[in-house]
């Protein structure tokens, strides 16, 4: 069992930056690929960024490329996600996910992913 937590959410103006955190449970290391989603009230869970195990290989979705910055710190057993330039648009609950895996075949299925965090607010005004 994979425990996540999320943390670093907060109201920001836009233009503004966050640092989101979820800190892993012990079992979580290199051996299983990582990744953010989304929810903005009335919309699907979405896609926002994944990362392989030991963090060669990153993804994002298109409405972020270039703004936020996906990396992990397996020491830590830690995941980050570094938003910059916000926008309204990205007000939403982001949530961390662990799959059993180190390589990602699926980045925006939900279905790769077994374990999920609670998830933590992001606001952003304009």
């Known amino acids: 069992q994979v425990q996540l937590v999320e943390s670093g959410g907060g109201l920001v103006q836009a233009g503004g930056s966050l640092r989101l955190s979820c800190a892993a449970s012990?079992?979580?290391?290199?051996?299983?690929?990582m990744g953010w989603f989304r929810q903005a009230p009335g919309k699907e869970r979405e896609f926002v960024a994944a990362?392989?195990?030991?963090?060669?290989?990153?993804y994002y979705t298109d409405s972020v490329k270039g703004r936020f910055t996906i990396s992990r710190d397996n020491a830590k057993n830690t995941l980050y996600l570094q938003m910059n330039s916000l926008k309204p648009e990205d007000t939403a609950v982001y949530y961390c996910?662990?799959?059993?895996?180190?390589?990602?075949?699926?980045?925006?299925?939900?279905?790769?992913?077994?374990?999920w965090g609670q998830g933590t607010q992001v606001t952003v005004s304009s």
């Open positions: 996910a662990c799959a059993l895996v180190p390589r990602i075949s699926m980045p925006s299925n939900p279905a790769f992913y077994a374990y």
């Open positions: 012990a079992r979580t290391s290199s051996s299983r690929a």
């Open positions: 990362i392989s195990g030991i963090g060669s290989s990153t």
